[in-house]
């Protein structure tokens, strides 16, 4: 039991820690789409959308041939920290930061589609530079979209699984999460653990979309 109750601060912490790095990187790419005319929106709106349809197996595959540390990218990192990504925590918020992606864009695209191009004209005659607009006009309207953004991202971070056994293996303590402490249980037959596991985290999905039915009104759908 104690091992489990690792597994459940790990899930917490790399939720947590990928929800709150996907704010500032979604929220300029969320406004790109929203607003852009240009001819290669919809090239990144399918490289966004990707996780959405793509096995978590092939993502975490070639996720683990990019962060290896004989690659590139993998090997600069491993010389300047020492550590590789690969079977890592590190490695891990990466993964999980590109599989979530599009759980925290789509909400922010969709808000921010809503923004009313004439109340931005409007601040802009009243002297409202770019910056004052985005903070003083579109982020309070984007306040719902902002909670559905972040609940679906932690939600959906808390109940992977290809992705994260791809890349980070089952190391407790460092990547053994709830997901791989329930499929560790249901392979050595212990049911009773798994179980307890498993009712939680199906509990704790019921909770995070009722918040965001109840609360937001949103409906998380691919944004087209």
């Not at 969320?30 to 290669?40: I, V």
């Not at 990192?77 to 590789?84: C, I, L, R």
């Not at 759980?103 to 601040?123: I, K």
């Amino acid at each position: 039991m104690p091992d489990d109750m690792q597994a459940v601060w790990l899930t917490v912490l790399l939720a947590g820690v990928t929800t709150l790095l996907l704010f500032p990187i979604a929220s300029p790419l969320a406004w790109w789409l929203a607003r852009s005319d240009s001819k290669g929106r919809s090239l990144v709106e399918a490289v966004v959308a990707m996780p959405l349809v793509l096995p978590p197996t092939v993502l975490g595959f070639y996720l683990l041939v990019m962060l290896n540390p004989e690659s590139f990218v993998g090997g600069l990192w491993f010389n300047v920290t020492g550590e590789s990504l690969t079977f890592s925590f590190s490695g891990l918020v990466i993964a999980s930061v590109i599989y979530s992606l599009p759980f925290m864009v789509q909400p922010l695209h969709a808000t921010f589609r809503a923004v009313p191009v004439p109340v931005l004209e409007a601040a802009a005659t009243l002297g409202a530079s770019p910056r004052d607009q985005w903070l003083n006009v579109v982020l309070p309207m984007a306040k719902r979209g902002y909670l559905t953004g972040g609940v679906l991202t932690f939600a959906h971070t808390v109940g992977e699984f290809g992705v994260v056994l791809m890349m980070g293996g089952n190391i407790p303590g460092e990547t053994r999460v709830l997901s791989i402490a329930i499929y560790e249980h249901v392979e050595t037959l212990n049911y009773q653990a798994a179980h307890s596991l498993a009712l939680g985290l199906m509990c704790f999905s019921f909770l995070s979309l009722w918040l965001v039915y109840r609360y937001t009104g949103h409906r998380f759908e691919v944004v087209r």
